[in-house]
């Protein structure tokens, strides 16, 4: 189904966006988005792909594990959609492996430098999905100067941190 905002009504969007957001299906998922992107139906698009995020991620250790492997997926989905092939997070998953999931949360959020992956999901309006704000929706999980330097961040970068 190809679906551009001139050839829908607002209810027949509606409805189509509630269905995304309750759909389980990866393949219709992936459907809606390539065909909304094709369509420029942004709100499809966008709804598509969050759900998607949101049902993705497979490895459930604890809330913390699952909430950054989010993040890695909606990366990994950018990046895959960016250029027309799957595309993985090979270094960041290869650290997972080798130090844990909060060593490398630690050190995506306190690192001098921002991450490439950070600067691509504020660009695209997900500061929701950055490892700073997995951190700030943990904050039991970290010491202070690591929740100190997500939260200093994300506010660099206009974000309310409130709402995260």
Known sequence: MTVSKKEVSKSQMDKLISRVKVCEDKALLRQWIDNAHKSNANEIEDAAFRRLVEISPMETDGPLERDMWRSIYALEQVLSLERNKTTRLARTRQ??????MFQTVSDLASAKKISEGFQMLISRKM?????????????????????????????????????L
């Open 127 to 163: 500061p929701e999905l950055t490892a700073e704000a997995v951190v700030l929706r943990h904050p039991e999980e970290f010491p202070a100067d690591v929740i100190a330097s997500a939260r200093e961040r994300l506010e660099s970068e206009g974000i309310d941190t409130s709402c």
């Open 95 to 100: 650290k997972i492996a080798r130090v844990g």
